[in-house]
């Protein structure tokens, strides 16, 4: 249970009470999924704080937790309720990381003074980082919607259609088959357009040969999928292209073939990031090896070089490298994989094509 685990920590951290106010995080704890509000979480209780937009709705949703109705003002009905536990005196710990300044100014004028407010990041996220078998088989689900999306594509995709256009053939797709949402906007970039890791769709119109970079994912029950493939539409007009791919598939079956539990995530940055740097492109991959997904997109842990992240069994991660090369293309191939004790399980299902015919 989520919130056992929660409370161990707030234990270990001498933590009397903790404020949560990031949506997926209150979502995770409580199951309310509505878009505003605060669970307060003690020893023994458990609340959510939401005005009356949200009071049937989390009764439906969050039957063993007890709605306090509030005004927008949540942190005035929060200090009501420490005043009546007699815990205006307590140590609380809240999201630093989520917390915005604004909402700082109001919490100190509403909340009472003599409170000792803690703050915390990844608080929860560490908590939500590793799966059960049941969030694993959602996120299974949401990436099985964008396989057979991708799949799609690789059919439908010829010269003289838009970046846009293969975007919103996509989306219909996904939207059409099981999917409540998009995870995020879908990339489609053609030629130089793939050199930007993040590039938008546009009103590039696909020609024969050029490099496309299709990075997509959907949202169903909640939580994400997250895929990128990249290939030549008909044979390449660019002659690096073919090597240049391979460097970036041995980059992912490097990773593939070598990240386990107990690893740092730098650790496992580094096995795709030296097959890269070897083949001579290592300034050429700029971002993280790969990220945390679930209900969030981008959630732990981060699997980069930049941090110390560990991997363990049940952790849900992206592997995505790519190299960049401004003016010609990008090529990034990303999979989502479970990590296991004894290796990772891959359960992106759409096959690398590197040179799709036409
Ligand atoms: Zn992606
Ligand atoms: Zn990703």
New binding site residues.
């Given amino acids: 249970m989520p919130l056992d685990k929660l409370r161990q920590k707030m234990t270990a951290a001498q933590l009397d009470g903790f404020i949560v106010s990031q949506p997926e995080n209150r979502r995770y704890l409580s199951g309310f999924t509505g878009s505003a509000g605060l669970l307060f979480i003690t020893a023994d209780e458990q609340y959510v704080l939401t005005d009356s937009r949200y009071y049937v709705q989390v009764e439906r949703e969050a039957p063993d937790w007890t709605l306090l109705k509030a005004s927008y003002r949540t942190a005035e009905r929060l200090a009501e309720l420490l005043d009546a536990r007699q815990m205006s005196g307590a140590t609380i710990g809240f999201e630093a990381d989520h917390l915005t300044v604004a909402q700082w100014e109001v919490w100190k004028t509403d909340l009472p003074a003599e409170l000792t407010l803690i703050p915390t990041t990844g608080f929860v996220g560490e908590l939500r980082a590793v799966k059960t078998e049941a969030e694993l088989a959602i996120i299974k689900r949401a990436q099985a919607v964008a396989d057979e999306a991708m799949q799609y594509i690789y059919d439908w995709i010829q010269p003289g259609v838009t970046e846009k256009e293969v975007a919103w053939e996509l989306e219909v797709y996904m939207r059409t088959h099981g999917a409540s949402a998009l995870s995020f906007e879908t990339i489609v970039a053609a030629g130089a357009n793939g050199a930007l890791p993040h590039a938008t769709p546009g009103n590039t119109v696909i020609q024969m040969g050029d490099v496309i970079l299709i990075?997509m994912?959907c949202v169903v029950d909640g939580y994400c999928s997250?895929m990128?493939r990249t290939f030549s539409l008909g044979e390449p007009s660019n002659p690096q292209f073919t090597a240049v791919w391979d460097v970036v598939q041995a980059a992912v079956d490097a990773a593939v073939g070598g990240i386990s539990a107990g690893m740092p995530g730098r650790a496992a940055d580094a096995l795709a990031r030296n097959v890269i740097a070897d083949a001579g492109f290592g300034d050429k991959f700029g971002h993280s090896l790969?990220?945390g997904?679930g209900l969030a997109?981008?959630e732990l842990p981060i699997v980069s070089y930049a941090r110390d992240n560990e991997l363990c069994a049940g952790m849900v991660i992206?592997i995505?490298p790519g190299i960049y090369l401004p003016g010609e293309f990008g090529i990034r191939l990303?999979d989502m994989a479970v990590v296991t004790d004894d290796g990772v399980e891959v359960f992106t299902r759409t096959p690398k094509i590197k040179v799709l015919p036409r």
Avoid: A, S
């Fill in positions: 990075d994912g997250d990128t790969g990220h997904v997109i981008h992206t995505e990303e």
